[in-house]
């Protein structure tokens, strides 16, 4: 059983605001994702990392930064937050030893952001 | 520009028959394809997958069939049961330094009683 816990579940905040929305697993794994996906579409990888002190950019532009300084932390970071950044953020988490197709990625329950 | 594709937004299937769930690809370059299912405000958890070299993977009431020549896969649920409704992804890997995964829109499977 995948344990990866996503704070706060529900945001709405108003535009300017700074936010972090966290993202922690106690499964030791070494790479961790983020994810937006808007209802019906598509999951846009935003952000990843491999390890302590690695991150990268995804495939989808964003104005969110990341950081990993504990193997079991990914919090991720709007610094002036905008109405056009109301969407559902996933964290996810995979074993680095394996591959995604038999190291399957563990997803958190999402944050809902709604930014007015 | 859209890599793997889900044509169908929804899918309403009596319980007890067969629920058929289809994707197509554009990257033939793809190694592997993967299906996971989300129920409502919960995260997508994962649920089978099947090598671009095989071209069926069978676990339980769940079949996965690829056909390469077509870049199209399926999942096949045999028999439907209520806890199936959920939306379900289509997903795709390409292993290279980064291993990412690439998403499809999903397909929000009804099971009716």
């Known amino acids: 059983e995948a344990d990866i816990y996503q704070t706060p579940r529900y945001l709405v905040i108003g535009t300017g605001k700074k936010i972090t929305l966290e993202c922690s697993q106690t499964m030791g794994h070494d790479k961790m994702y983020w994810y937006q996906q808007d209802p019906g579409m598509e999951l846009h990888l935003i952000h990843y990392?491999?390890?302590?002190?690695?991150?990268e950019k995804g495939d989808l532009s964003s104005e969110s930064t990341v950081s990993r300084i504990r193997t079991e932390h990914f919090p991720l970071t709007l610094e002036s937050a905008r109405p056009s950044h109301t969407s559902q953020y996933l964290c996810?988490?995979?074993?680095?030893?394996?591959?995604?197709?038999?190291?399957?990625?563990?997803f958190g329950n999402g944050t809902r952001l709604t930014v007015t | 520009d859209q890599q793997v594709k889900q044509n169908s937004p929804s899918l309403s299937v009596q319980e007890g028959r067969i629920s058929i769930l289809n994707c197509d690809y554009t990257n033939s370059m793809f190694d592997y394809f993967l299906w996971y299912k989300k129920y409502p405000a919960e995260g997508p958890t994962f649920l089978i997958s099947?090598?671009?070299?095989?071209d069926k993977n069978e676990d339980g009431r769940f079949t996965v069939f690829l056909n390469k020549s077509a870049k199209h896969l399926s999942l096949h649920i045999v028999p439907s049961q209520p806890g199936d409704s959920a939306v379900y992804f289509c997903?795709?890997?390409?292993?290279?330094?980064?291993?990412?995964?690439?998403f499809g829109k999903g397909t929000r499977l009804h099971i009716l009683p």
């Open positions: 099947i090598s671009s070299i095989k």
């Open positions: 997903a795709a890997l390409l292993m290279n330094r980064d291993d990412k995964i690439i």
């Open positions: 990392s491999y390890g302590v002190n690695s991150t």
């Open positions: 996810a988490s995979s074993d680095g030893r394996g591959r995604p197709y038999n190291s399957p990625l563990h």
